[in-house]
């Protein structure tokens, strides 16, 4: 499922316009990106959780090459699905 047809389900389980729909799952992802951004969590009881996770520096080896690279640390999205939404997908 693409996101448009995601919209589609949306406005017709909740009964309102495409338009609506798209406006609210925008806002949802965006509320989603921007608390993670800022370092924070998102959890829906049920659902799941969305957080961030810190990979640390570590070395590594460019495979064309074989060369040895120092690969920096980042951040990176996590999502933790919730036990009521792992039972349903079984």
């Known amino acids: 499922m693409n996101k448009s047809e995601f919209v589609d389900s949306v406005a017709a389980k909740a ?42 520096a570590r070395t590594g080896r460019n495979p064309a090459t074989g060369a040895t690279i120092q690969i920096a640390a980042s951040k ?9 939404f792992k039972k349903a997908v079984k």
Do not use: N, Q, W
């Open 76 to 84: 990176a999205p996590k999502f933790s699905a919730g036990a009521a």
């Open 15 to 56: 009964g309102i316009s495409k338009r609506e729909a798209s406006e609210a799952v925008d806002a949802v992802l965006d509320v989603i990106e921007s608390t993670l951004a800022g370092g924070g969590e998102v959890s829906f009881t049920g659902f799941g959780k969305f957080s961030v996770t810190h990979r640390k």
